[in-house]
């Protein structure tokens, strides 16, 4: 990336405003003796703005970028004393956001330990295939988990909140900690919306080219004030997390998701910013808009498409501060979405950031016309390094395939229709159930829209729609037949209409299929 495009980006974020000499100084030794992992992020933070609030949570927690870096400072040494844990090892962090999940995966990168974020929504089974596949050392989790950790092996140690408290309040100050050898990677899970997820390692940025390609498009800054609201084990979550040590901003965090507390939160800590999953967005527009309403500058959502005219219906309250970042756990980024994009196509996924290659190829390799559907492949600064099982994923002169279809409009804008093994043939026609979703999810009375492929004995495939509606509403499945089949040409139909009281999602607001499709039997 040129050293032009990165200075004047710096500047317009705030990041270049002068400040004390001697903590600049300390600010960037931090960098250049730790680099730019988490550890090194935060011990830049603590070294120009150590008073700064660096977290807020809903049970009361308030830390300075100064004792958030000392709590993970006294963690780490714990858990190289008290378990023998040295770079190279895996531990497990299964815990929602709150201050004790970023002290853990600190405290890691501290000592060169891989850290495995365990998505919460994993059943006890698939958590004891992820710390058998994964090699866990260490389970740090939430004193909600802990029956859900009763199978696991007995060498694998675990370590609740009160045990990490614990911890940290026994560990001696110190200045033993070095940088490691290697730097530990995150390994962040992949969704597991069709079966046992899998880990995939996450690289260790090597500059500011990664910040400022996101935050070029997203007009973050400095000190800013920002509630994560995603789930930081999640690829979106995290790379929040890292913007704001980056930014120095004040992270409000939330265990828990729950609308009306979030807007609440926005208002009392003088939000600034919001990450969010598209479902949380709309969520917040199921119950009534606060007075004084939140003075948000950026709502930044990534995580699955948009549906319907959500950006539209979202903007409409709370301005155009919506941002859409298309990428996915392998990828990082590939494209962004502002306002004005979404105002003029709200279901495009936008254009790629500053650095970032993207392509829409075919099965051969070669380009497709304007228009046209085919794979998107993608290259950035930010590509994993592949699953922790030594698999990885095609590629095409340094680009990634990201596994779904899009096409690129003649305005250049991305539009994703969806995952490649989710298009499906019926009779003889290729049908993208996502085209549907949007469609459904704009009728007036359908809360949430899923469209799925079936079996079908003569058709091979058909489409199977799935409608939760707002309460009070109701529908006629020929109704809904007829609405698809004004638009859409008629394969695109679903001769299935199936009304359930919500859809199943994970814990980062993905619709789970399988779960649907069991409804087939």
């Not at 016309?369 to 600064?381: D, Q, S």
């Not at 095609?394 to 279809?405: F, M, W």
């Amino acid at each position: 990336m040129d050293l032009p495009f990165i200075v004047a980006t710096l500047t317009r974020r705030g990041l270049l405003t002068p400040g004390r000499p001697i903590r600049v100084a300390s600010q960037l030794g931090a960098l250049r003796k730790w680099g730019w992992s988490l550890a090194g992020e935060l011990r830049q933070a603590a070294a120009r703005d150590p008073d700064r609030t660096a977290i807020v949570d809903e049970q009361g927690a308030e830390l300075t970028y100064q004792e958030l870096l000392d709590r993970a400072e006294r963690l780490a040494r714990a858990l190289r004393a008290g378990f023998g844990v040295q770079t190279g090892d895996r531990i497990g962090v299964l815990c929602r956001n709150h201050h004790g999940l970023i002290e853990t995966i600190v405290a890691a990168t501290l000592l060169g330990v891989d850290a495995v974020l365990v998505n919460t929504g994993l059943s006890a089974a698939q958590l004891g295939t992820v710390a058998d596949e994964q090699a866990l050392r260490v389970l740090v989790h939430d004193g909600e988990f802990a029956e859900r950790t009763l199978g696991l092996p007995a060498e694998l140690h675990r370590v609740d909140e009160r045990a990490r408290e614990e911890l940290i309040a026994g560990a001696l100050p110190g200045d033993d900690l070095r940088p490691p050898e290697r730097d530990g990677r995150i390994i962040v899970l992949t969704s597991g919306t069709t079966g046992t997820p899998k880990g995939a390692r996450r690289p260790t940025p090597n500059g500011f080219g990664p910040l400022v390609s996101i935050i070029d498009r997203i007009p973050l800054h400095t000190r800013d004030r920002v509630m994560i609201a995603a789930p930081i084990f999640h690829t979106w979550g995290f790379a929040a997390l890292q913007v704001c040590f980056a930014l120095r901003a004040t992270i409000v965090l939330h265990r828990r998701f729950d609308p009306a507390a979030t807007l609440a939160a926005l208002v009392t800590h003088r939000c600034d910013a919001l990450f969010a999953v598209p479902v949380m967005v709309q969520r917040l527009l199921e119950v009534p808009a606060p007075d004084p309403r939140p003075a948000l500058k950026v709502v930044a959502v990534s995580g699955s498409a948009l549906p319907g005219n959500l950006a539209h219906r979202f903007m409409d309250v709370y301005g155009d501060v919506l941002y859409n970042l298309y990428g996915s756990t392998e990828v990082s980024w590939a494209s962004i979405a502002g306002p004005a994009e979404l105002r003029a196509a709200p279901t495009t996924a936008g254009r790629p950031p500053h650095g970032t290659k993207l392509r829409i190829l075919d099965d051969a390799g070669q380009p497709v016309p304007t228009g046209r559907v085919g794979r998107i492949f993608v290259g950035n600064e930010m590509l994993f390094e592949g699953y922790t099982s030594g698999a990885g994923r095609e590629s095409r002169d340094g680009l990634l395939d990201t596994g779904d279809l899009g096409r690129i409009n003649a305005d250049g804008l991305l539009f994703v229709d969806g995952r490649a093994d989710d298009m499906i043939v019926s009779g003889g026609e290729n049908v993208f159930p996502s085209e549907v979703e949007d469609l459904l999810a704009r009728l007036p009375q359908v809360r949430e829209a899923a469209v799925i492929g079936v079996p079908d004995p003569e058709y091979g495939q058909r489409l199977a729609a799935f409608l939760a509606l707002h309460p009070g509403e109701t529908l006629d499945p020929e109704a809904v037949r007829e609405y698809v089949r004004h638009y859409l040409a008629r394969f695109s139909v679903p001769r299935d209409v199936v009304f359930v009281k919500y859809l199943p999602r994970n814990a980062t607001g993905k619709v789970l299929t399988r779960e649907l499709r069991r409804y087939y039997g």
